[in-house]
């Protein structure tokens, strides 16, 4: 009898609370762009060496970056604002970092033309207490945690010297040590032993000093009226390398000698043994403009040398302003200008024989060089054969094999296109040669096809440039030098270096579940993997979009540690513990900071940086499959409306730019730039697709047409959107593919492009501005996949520029362009504007003055998104255009019609 009442209540009970569920997801707001500016990105992660603390920063669109200082298991003990260069002790009793002034405050300094100095915080992890230091430019731990150095901020911004204040301070008495005039200084391995560089004002007591630190005694190096710099200790912490010396009257380079300081120790009683050495080849200097770089053994320095030349005296200086481009130019002149500054530091590379006092040149104005710490091998790379030629793709080079401590060489191979690097013990050369994997011993000189030990392909299918294909690539190096380990598309193989075995180090369970294994090496230090251990590999499933992290042994199946449903990021290792930290992310969920045990157990969220998402409406992304009109099996990721109702039609945005897929589980962050975002999109009712393409050599627009329109049509197939209501956005080489695909179909309501390459032939013969370097080798042989020059088949460039398709376009689109674009000529957009506008077509170009490839200055970018939001309402929801879209706007009137004060048009 009591069971009517009850059953009543519950029903009820369940009614209000859909009824509250309804209304409370009815009360979520559709997120805008005045919206963007609380959303955090995290910056300045980092863990102690113990793993038991970690630091973070939110950093919002808008406003200062909160710093953060918690327990892992515990809470936050300390916030700063603005903070960057995070550092912790070794011995996990302190964290130091540098704290900016708030913007508001730094902008009115600057507007004062006074500097924006950082301060210094040093937080005590056992008393919590914190030490604040002002005006700092930099710091350093000493490796055994004792000491700190800090380098104070030069106070007189005209000093023709770069010495300044350096303050180094003992971590446990407490002792504070004030040296002048430092410009560079250095802990040895062990942290006994400080040394330092004094540049001061009329070069009085400019030397290279040594501190130790065990009894507080100074020994002056070297002393002297010269310049020092490129202070290195060497690995083992017990030798010390300067330069130091002075530019001749009359000369440009700093003729400089190299200075090495041997047998040091704490509590020595001399300095022992110092060498000095200057006798660079015939009219070189040893240059500063390069480091001096160890081996291993300390047995070599690497260092630059330069040649000497005669200052050019200003009555000798040509008045013209001329440049020369002429025809033998391996280097044309706008790359010559792009790269000018870069070049008069260039120099050669070289390696001082330390037992045997020897200089060896190893690079020469033909010969670049990749060397090893730990080899005497180096590889040399001889392209002058190839350089000049026009018609092949730049990158191919003769090898050599060069002894660092001789310098005689002997020839590897030939026409190398794809070199794969040298082993981690310096032994081996890798390269590849029409997909098949050589490798080179240096000591008996024998290449060996390892590929030829198997009938696995290692060839990389999905390399689609018209040059010589490559394979996936070297994973990585045994740490016994028996190994060297090969990636497939999906699985990793090892081949022996000393027989024909391989083995399939993953035990095929990659290309039996469409799983991509990659190697992943935790110690930042570490540059071979032991294979008598548990090998950590990251997966990521190319169907599923599946993503996270396997462990393997040699001769076992991998073992899933976590593989889910989104994307995982690379995890980074404390140093001396068991604890990993990682985010993780879908397009609902942002990638906060966890942590985790080595083997992902024991999970723990960190960070939380936009509880505000919360409050807005947002969408969730499904994976479409579709088949083009080529055969190729393709995904797409779908991101649906947050209020999605099954059934109901949906106008789309379709954004694209070469294979997108991947994406599926990315957050979608809200910032601001010039791409739609499809959490913005998806929470004002928009479809987002975002589809793969894959291309054809000498057909990259049809490609793009392919593709796009298939995975279109197969979500309209799918009864998600509107077929009356699609529109297309890209960007730079995504704005030649809209581009293009506008004069092919009228499939598309509207469409905006943005940056675009339209006009194949005209963009081959100009400069890429950022580099100077023109543009034909990434029109035929890059990106643009044509696989010939115009010269060589002009129709088929016609027949993939939009630009010449231009009078079949029926249908409305949106230009925009930066006149400052570094990477596509603004007048590409200019060219397709005047053509569409010449024919009559319903076109608006969008440019902005002194504006990048990508839109840089904030205000420009929301302008931007307010006026893209306008146009895809307009003609894909039906919303009245406004005035800018229907009348246009006057250059007198610019600065008075904002895009979102302009009103509907009328």
């Known amino acids: 009898m009591q069971s009517k009442p009850i059953f009543r209540i519950f029903y009820c009970l369940t009614i209000i609370l859909l009824s509250f569920s309804s209304i409370s997801a009815q009360e979520k707001k559709a997120l805008q762009l005045e919206d963007y500016g609380q959303w955090n990105r995290i910056s300045n992660t980092s863990l102690s060496p113990n793993g038991q603390w970690i630091t973070y920063a939110y950093s919002p669109n808008d406003g200062d970056a909160k710093f953060y200082m918690r327990q892992v298991a515990g809470d936050t003990v300390y916030s700063a604002i603005n903070a960057s260069r995070v550092s912790f002790s070794n011995d996990n009793r302190y964290v130091a970092f540098l704290v900016s002034p708030a913007e508001e405050k730094a902008e009115a300094l600057r507007k004062q033309r006074k500097p924006v100095n950082r301060n210094l915080h040093i937080y005590n992890l056992s008393n919590r207490s914190v030490e604040e230091i002002k005006d700092v430019q930099s710091f350093s731990f000493a490796e055994n945690s004792e000491y700190i150095a800090i380098s104070k901020v030069q106070s007189d911004k005209d000093a023709e010297h770069s010495g300044t204040d350096l303050i180094l301070k003992s971590l446990k008495g407490g002792t504070v040590m004030n040296i002048g005039n430092v410009s560079s ?67 440009v380079q700093r003729e400089n000698t190299l ?49 000497q030349e005669d200052e050019l005296k200003k009555e000798d200086e040509l008045k013209a302003n001329v440049d020369v481009w002429h025809w033998k130019d391996d280097v044309v002149q706008s790359s010559q200008i792009v790269r000018a500054n870069r070049d008069k530091r260039a120099t050669y590379t070289a390696a001082y024989n330390v037992n045997s006092g020897k200089l060896v040149q ?18 040399g790379f001889n392209d002058s054969k190839y350089s000049s030629l026009r018609d092949r793709p730049s990158g191919y080079a003769d090898l050599t094999a060069i002894n660092t401590e001789t310098g005689a060489s002997k020839r590897i191979a030939d026409e190398v296109y794809h070199f794969m690097g040298l082993s981690a013990d310096g032994q081996y050369a890798a390269y590849s040669k029409d997909t098949q994997v050589m490798i080179y011993q240096f000591e008996t000189g024998k290449t060996t096809n390892i590929s030829a030990n198997t009938d696995i392909s290692f060839e990389n299918t999905e390399f689609d440039y018209p040059v010589e294909k490559p394979v996936y690539g070297i994973a990585g190096w045994s740490t016994d030098g028996d ?37 992943t090496q935790l110690d930042p230090e570490a540059d071979s993997y032991d294979l008598s251990k548990t090998l950590l590999l990251s997966a990521y499933g190319e169907w599923t979009k599946k993503s996270g992290y396997y462990e393997v042994q040699m001769g076992k199946k991998p073992k899933a540690l976590k593989f889910v449903d989104k994307m995982i990021g690379r995890p980074t290792k404390a140093k001396d513990a068991d604890v990993l930290m990682f ?118 627009g049809s490609s793009a047409l392919d593709d796009v329109t298939s995975a279109a049509q197969k979500v309209i197939d799918l009864g998600y959107a509107d077929p009356e209501r699609i529109g297309l956005q890209g960007h730079s080489w995504g704005g030649y593919e809209s581009s293009f695909i506008l004069t092919q179909t009228d499939m598309f309501a509207c469409v905006i492009t943005g940056a675009p390459l339209t006009n194949l032939i005209s963009m081959y013969n100009v400069a890429y501005k950022r ?37 079949n376009i029926n249908t409305p689109f949106l230009i925009l362009h930066g006149t400052a674009d570094g990477a596509v000529d603004w007048n590409q957009g200019l060219e397709y504007y005047q053509t569409a506008r010449r024919l009559g077509k319903e076109v608006i170009l969008l440019s902005y003055p002194d504006e990048p490839h990508h839109l840089g200055k904030e205000e420009n970018q929301k302008d931007f998104q307010i006026r893209m939001k306008q146009y895809f309402d307009h003609y894909l929801k039906g919303a009245e255009a406004p005035v800018w879209m229907t009348k246009g706007v006057k250059q007198l009137d610019k600065k008075r019609t904002k895009a979102e004060e302009m009103g509907e048009g009328k």
Do not use: C
């Open 185 to 251: 200084y250095a802990f040895n391995e062990t942290g006994k032993l400080f040394s330092y560089l004094v540049d001061a004002d009329g070069d009085t007591g400019n030397g290279v000093y040594l501190l130790d630190l065990s009894n507080s005694r100074t020994w002056s190096i070297n002393t002297g009226e010269y310049t020092y710099s490129q202070l290195s200790w060497n690995e083992a912490g017990n030798t010390l390398a300067i330069l130091y010396g002075k530019t001749p009257e009359g000369k």
């Open 259 to 307: 200075l090495i300081s041997s047998n040091l120790s704490a509590g020595m009683s001399n300095l022992s043994s110092l060498t000095m050495f200057s006798q660079a080849p015939n009219n070189f200097v040893i240059s500063e403009y390069s480091g001096l770089n160890w081996n291993d053994a300390g047995t070599q320095i690497f260092l630059g040398i330069k040649e």
């Open 362 to 379: 190893l690079q020469t104005e033909d010969i670049s060089v990749r060397t090893n710490d730990k080899s005497k091998w180096a590889v």
């Open 483 to 519: 190994w060297v380990l090969m990636n497939n598309k999906y699985d990793i193989y090892a081949f022996s270096l000393k027989s024909k075995e391989v083995k399939n180090l993953t035990d095929g369970v990659g290309r039996a579940n469409d799983i991509r294994f990659r190697l």
């Open 583 to 700: 985010t993780q992310q879908t397009f609902e969920e942002f990638p906060d900071v966890w942590v985790a045990n080595t083997d992902f157990k024991n999970e723990q969220k960190i960070t939380n940086a936009n509880p505000q998402q919360a409050e807005y409406k947002w969408g969730r992304r499904v994976l479409v499959d579709y088949t083009d009109k080529r055969g190729h099996k393709l995904q797409a990721t779908l991101a649906l409306p947050a209020d999605y109702q099954e059934g109901k039609k949906y106008p789309m945005v379709i954004y694209f730019y070469e294979k997108m897929s991947q994406r599926h589980h990315q957050y979608s962050m809200p910032t601001y730039d010039d791409r739609p975002h499809m959490s913005a999109y998806a929470s004002n009712g928009y479809l987002v697709l975002m589809p793969d393409i894959v291309y054809d050599m000498g057909k990259p």
């Open 771 to 807: 580099t100077g370097n023109l543009n034909g080798p990434i029109i035929e042989w890059s990106q643009g996949r044509m696989g010939v020059s115009p010269w060589d088949d002009m129709e088929l460039y016609r027949s993939q520029s939009p630009i010449h398709h231009a009078q």
